[in-house]
């Protein structure tokens, strides 16, 4: 994939909420091209290995059983410095601290129910899109 692209989810509360298609606006409108996208429902298994790099945290237990928890919408997209810009966009993994505007200032409800995960690395970006889509699955 190229470095251009960051990966991003709908997190269960915002999907459930009816909040992806106003989220999905917001991402366009910044300028991102949506070059994959599914609608899925992880097993607590697989939100487990796709968080694995948080196996050691406290939280991670329940951001598994979270993930899990309903549906959320898996996408790959596409902008010039797309992780950096994309990360600006969603804003503090805590609500209370995320700036005005961002994604998560307006539809996340909490630290954990935060309505959007974004790739922190570019690197990241590449396993993260890879882990939900193949080649015939996405744009190029
Ligand atoms: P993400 O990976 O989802 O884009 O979020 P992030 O980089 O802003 O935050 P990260 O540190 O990678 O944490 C991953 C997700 O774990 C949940 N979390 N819960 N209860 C807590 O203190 C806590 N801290 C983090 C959030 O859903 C966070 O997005
Ligand atoms: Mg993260």
Redesign the pocket.
Known sequence: MATNRTFTMIKPDAFSAGNSGAILKMIEEAGFKIVAMKATQLTPAIAGKFYEV?SERP?YA??CAYMSSGPIIAAILEKDNAVEDFRKLIGA?NPADAAEGTIRKIFAKS??A?AV??S?SDENAAIEGAFYFSQIERVG
């Open positions: 948080h939280f329940d951001l993994t630290i954990e935060n995960h974004g922190d």
